[in-house]
């Protein structure tokens, strides 16, 4: 909390204009590209990201496959994970939530304006309907991010089970997946301060679909949860 209210402090000057910005690109979303409605929301946090106090060390950015289309996999920290995806993939992607966070106040607004999917857990017909909705966009050259765990884990740098759901759209739409390691994510907001804090984000290699084609979701959903732990082991103590 103390960093957030840091950050409004500090950004006082500028949110005003921010939050027009995003009233009128939702107000208007017909005549405005996706693309430009990402580039402002990238730099609208990248700008957030410098007044933090956070050090990000990114890795593996030329992993990320040349042809748009993939699915990210990240383990899941906090409320800086977004942050730290939006702040260092330089293409546009989008992001597929739960629900509940299109009723938090001003980031629905955000998420609505970078055409975030919601998805109902406890309504099976409408998750399937998200999930052909990803599997069409990813194969029309829309990448993604799910965050496997389905929620966000509580124990610093450990995972909660991946969920082999996450994977049926990208299963379907044939196309790579990338899983991603983020590290020490959560003592941004978590710490209750202001000290400065690093924090680390590894794009990995990715899993193509020749790779992963006889496997069922539920395999692909450990395999991509092995390298992504491998990963955390291999870094968490790198500062």
């Given at each position: 909390m103390k960093r957030i209210i840091f950050l409004v402090i500090r950004l006082i000057y500028r949110i005003p204009g921010w939050l027009m910005t995003i009233h009128r690109y939702n107000k208007h979303k017909e005549e405005v590209s996706f693309e430009e409605r990402f580039d402002f929301t990238q730099r609208l946090i990248r700008k957030v990201n410098e007044k933090s106090r956070v050090?990000?060390?990114?890795?593996?950015?030329?992993?990320?496959?040349?042809?748009?289309?993939?699915?990210?996999?990240?383990?899941?920290?906090?409320?800086?994970?977004?942050?730290i995806l939006i702040g260092t993939?330089?293409?546009p992607f989008r992001f597929v939530i739960k629900k509940e966070l299109m009723n938090v106040f001003v980031l629905k607004d955000v998420l609505r304006m970078i055409d975030a999917l919601a998805i109902d857990r406890e309504n099976i017909r409408a998750s399937v309907k998200v999930i052909r909705q990803v599997s069409k966009d990813m194969k029309s050259g829309?990448?993604?991010?799910?965050?496997?765990?389905?929620?966000r884990c509580r124990q610093q740098n450990k995972m909660l089970e991946f969920k082999g759901g996450t994977f049926k759209s990208v299963m379907d739409a044939k196309k790579p997946i990338v899983p991603v390691a983020l590290i020490d994510c959560y003592k941004v907001f978590d710490n209750n301060s202001i000290e400065k804090v690093d924090a680390q984000i590894h794009y990995l290699p990715p899993i193509f679909y020749e790779e992963y084609q006889d496997m069922s979701s539920m395999e692909v959903a450990r395999l991509v949860q092995s390298k992504v732990e491998q990963c955390?082991?291999?870094?968490?103590?790198?500062f």
């Open positions: 050090n990000i060390h990114c890795y593996g950015q030329e992993n990320l496959p040349e042809e748009q289309g993939y699915l990210m996999a990240p383990n899941h920290q906090g409320l800086f994970d977004a942050l993939h330089d293409r829309i990448s993604y991010v799910i965050f496997p765990e389905g929620t955390i082991l291999e870094n968490e103590n790198k």
